[in-house]
């Protein structure tokens, strides 16, 4: 994550501000904040948006239980009323997601 935020930091071109040694400058701040977004806790819609997929990916939607989903907003919706159906695809994705973060800062 440092080396990807240096390398972004180093990418952009800030001769709109002076640089004053020992001065925090927009460098440092694009760093900073590149590091704290890689850091950050998924947010819920974040969170919603893969459950949604693998509830999506995980059944031939064209008429289980009679029900044709049209997209995956509508097969998340009816997925919504059977108990436990959304909060377990919701458990898999935060799983997921922190699978991902893993990976990524090793």
């Not at 509830?55 to 009679?66: A, M, R």
């Amino acid at each position: 994550m440092l080396d990807e935020a240096q390398a972004y930091e180093n990418s952009r071109d800030y001769d709109c501000c002076q640089i004053i040694e020992g001065a925090y400058t927009v460098g440092d701040a694009v760093y900073e904040a590149y590091c704290d977004g890689r850091e950050a806790l998924p947010t819920n819609a974040e969170i919603e948006a893969v459950a949604k997929r693998l509830c999506w990916n995980s059944y031939e939607w064209d008429g289980i239980d009679s029900y044709a989903a049209k997209d995956e907003d509508d097969a998340w919706d009816y997925a919504g009323e059977i108990p436990g159906f959304q909060e377990e695809y919701i458990r898999q994705a935060k799983e997921m997601l922190e699978i991902a973060r893993k990976a990524v800062s090793e």
